[in-house]
């Protein structure tokens, strides 16, 4: 069983710190993460809490799940690991032969 949930629904005026107030009731928060936009900054609508133990992970999706925070109805359940993606970037090709497409090597 997972201590990571994931929380999605979230205002744009949500934080970190809010978040983490809002979960702390059900256990030991080791982490709570709103993810944010790279180019401007804003809130992406959904975030990360870290458990220190699986059990209080449960206790919130069971309390959570479907409640309101910050004006919002939210969505908590068990954040899936994410596939890594492949080191070298891009999608196939990426070496070799050039395909007939005017490169010289």
């Given at each position: 069983?997972s201590?990571?949930?994931?929380v999605g629904?979230?205002?744009w005026g949500t934080d970190?710190q809010s978040?983490a107030?809002?979960?702390?009731a059900?256990?030991?928060?080791?982490?709570?993460?709103?993810i944010?936009?790279?180019?401007?900054?804003?809130s992406r609508g959904?975030?990360?809490v870290t458990?220190?133990e699986?059990?209080?992970a449960?206790?919130?999706i069971?309390?959570?799940d479907?409640?309101e925070?910050?004006?919002?109805t939210?969505?908590?359940n068990?954040?899936e690991?994410?596939p890594?993606?492949d080191?070298?970037?891009?999608?196939g090709?990426g070496?070799?032969?050039?395909?007939g497409r005017?490169?010289?090597?």
């Amino acid at each position: 069983m997972s201590n990571k949930l994931f929380v999605g629904g979230l205002s744009w005026g949500t934080d970190d710190q809010s978040l983490a107030a809002a979960f702390e009731a059900h256990g030991t928060v080791n982490e709570a993460k709103v993810i944010s936009d790279r180019d401007t900054g804003r809130s992406r609508g959904f975030g990360f809490v870290t458990y220190a133990e699986a059990q209080s992970a449960t206790d919130a999706i069971a309390a959570l799940d479907g409640t309101e925070l910050d004006g919002r109805t939210i969505r908590v359940n068990l954040a899936e690991d994410k596939p890594r993606r492949d080191s070298r970037g891009g999608s196939g090709g990426g070496g070799g032969g050039g395909g007939g497409r005017g490169q010289r090597w």
